[in-house]
Nanobody
Framework: QVQLVESGGGLVQAGGSLRLSCAAS????????MGWFRKSRGKEREFVAV????????LSSASAKGRFTVSRDNAKNTVFLHMNSLKPEDTGVYYC????????????????WGQGTQVTVSS
């Protein structure tokens, strides 16, 4: 069993930056592929980015590419989502998730989820 806790969300103006953290407990996060998803009002939960076990495989959504980066510190059992040039459409609840198998953009592949952290980008 893996417990995930996101933090770092908040209110930011368009063009600003935030760094989200996902702290894992229960198992070493190095065993898992770690993904980030976003749930915006009126939309389905959507893929944002995923990072492989050692950080070597990184996939990002089209909207995140060039603005968001994902990284991990396995020694601290933590994964990060660095968000730059934020836009109002980035507003939503951001979730991290753990997958024991392989990097995937599908939420259904992930076994463990955090409770989410709210990001609000004002125009």
């Amino acid at each position: 069993q893996v417990q995930l806790v996101e933090s770092g969300g908040g209110l930011v103006q368009a063009g600003g930056s935030l760094r989200l953290s996902c702290a894992a407990s229960g198992h070493k996060v190095s065993k898992y592929v770690m993904g980030w998803f976003r749930k915006s009002r009126g939309k389905e939960r959507e893929f944002v980015a995923v990072i492989g076990w050692s950080g070597g495989t990184i996939l990002s959504s089209a909207s995140a590419k060039g603005r968001f980066t994902v990284s991990r510190d396995n020694a601290k059992n933590t994964v990060f989502l660095h968000m730059n040039s934020l836009k109002p459409e980035d507003t939503g609840v951001y979730y991290c998730a753990a997958d024991i198998t392989y990097p995937s953009q599908s939420a259904a592949s992930y076994d463990y989820w955090g409770q989410g952290t709210q990001v609000t980008v004002s125009s």
